[in-house]
């Protein structure tokens, strides 16, 4: 018989959770199984937070590279950059900024 999954309760800061969030977005896939996911990740035996570019790579779902090609539209570098800024940012920044931009 299948174990039931423990759950365990976690403070995050603001800032993080809102990291998670647009993680869980950009991935398609809920906030827990994202951290599931990072946690599984860095106990993989991949390498360790100093080792060199580990902690850059990012934790990527089976078919990522397809729904990317099916859902993404082409954006540059630049704009990867700016897309990414933007969503980490709070509601209330981001419409101040939208208001800036208008």
């Known amino acids: 018989m299948k174990e039931p999954p423990y759950k365990y309760m976690v403070r995050l800061p603001a800032a993080m959770r809102d990291l998670i969030a647009e993680s869980a977005r950009h991935y398609r896939r ?3 199984s994202d951290i599931v996911a990072r946690l599984q990740h860095s106990f993989s035996g991949l390498g ?3 080792s060199p570019g580990i902690a850059d790579q990012p ?3 089976p078919l990522h590279d397809q729904f990317e090609s099916l859902f ?3 954006v540059s570098e630049q704009e990867e950059l700016l897309l990414r ?3 980490r940012l709070s509601e209330a920044k981001r419409e101040a900024l ?3 931009l208008t």
Do not use: A, H, Q
């Open 59 to 61: 934790i990527v779902p």
């Open 85 to 87: 800024g933007f969503r």
């Open 72 to 74: 993404r539209r082409e």
């Open 98 to 100: 939208l208001d800036l």
């Open 30 to 32: 809920s906030m827990n």
């Open 48 to 50: 360790t937070p100093n």
